[in-house]
């Protein structure tokens, strides 16, 4: 079985202030990596996501993840935050061989203060 | 726009009653999914659907079912053997069985 553990649930930041959000997989054989936003008031979406090559990948908003294999880790990371970054924010995993089956962390919150 | 679209956005249902939750996509997804979203614990699959009249349980599939007669639609019927039901609702669809979800609004679901 798949599961994803995401470390804080809940993280109060002020604006310029940088960021990292951790997040553990598990599963027994590759994966795709994924981290969804939901904004205030929007519908979840994509922020960015990994499926193979270069382990440090950058989305949209100036977020970037690091896949490290070897910690099962996927932890996202942004140098300055924003007030509009205030959001909650979903690591998920899909097992390259469990097609169909998206697991999803807890979610964390941000809160950006201005 | 390309895009899923959910209804009803809120619906309040007494306890014994089925309720039907629509989801249409025209994003020529074949792959398609229903979550649930309870606060503090991320979004738990219910049910997923990678082809038309095809369909499989996911981790909470219990008092819930589902149909998928069509590509674009897949509807989710909360049945009143689901014990608790009250919860936000969440239909995505992907283009590949591994690839990105996109996601609808959502529907709230209160049972009163």
């Known amino acids: 079985a798949q599961s994803v553990s995401q470390h804080n649930h809940h993280v109060i930041l002020s604006e310029a202030a940088s960021l990292e959000l951790g997040c553990n997989y598990s599963?027994?054989?590759?994966?795709?990596l994924f981290w969804y936003v939901q904004y205030p008031g929007q519908h979840l979406q994509l922020l960015l996501k990994?499926?193979?090559?270069?382990?440090l990948v950058k989305g949209i908003k100036g977020f970037e993840a690091e896949f490290i294999k070897s910690k099962f880790s996927f932890n996202l990371r942004k140098p300055s935050v924003q007030w509009s970054d205030t959001a909650e924010y979903f690591c998920?995993?899909?097992?390259?061989?469990?097609?169909?089956?998206?697991?999803f962390g807890d979610g964390t919150t941000l809160t950006v203060k201005p | 726009d390309g895009g899923i679209t959910q209804s009803p956005k809120y619906l309040f249902r007494k306890e014994g009653q089925n309720v039907t939750l629509s989801c249409e996509q025209n994003?020529?997804?074949?792959?398609m999914y229903w979550y649930r979203q309870d606060p503090g614990q991320g979004l738990r699959l219910i049910y997923y659907?990678?082809?038309?009249?095809?369909?499989q349980k996911g981790d909470i599939a219990e008092g819930y079912s589902v149909s998928r007669e069509k590509k674009e639609s897949f509807p989710l019927t909360v049945t009143s053997a689901q014990k608790n039901p009250t919860a936000f609702y969440l239909c995505?669809?992907?283009?590949?069985?591994?690839?990105?979800?996109?996601f609808g609004e959502g529907s709230r679901l209160t049972v009163l």
């Open positions: 990994y499926f193979s090559g270069d382990p």
């Open positions: 998920a995993v899909t097992g390259r061989t469990n097609a169909g089956k998206s697991t």
């Open positions: 995505a669809s992907s283009l590949a069985p591994t690839g990105e979800l996109f």
């Open positions: 599963y027994g054989g590759t994966v795709n």
């Open positions: 994003l020529n997804h074949d792959a």
């Open positions: 659907s990678q082809i038309v009249n095809d369909f």
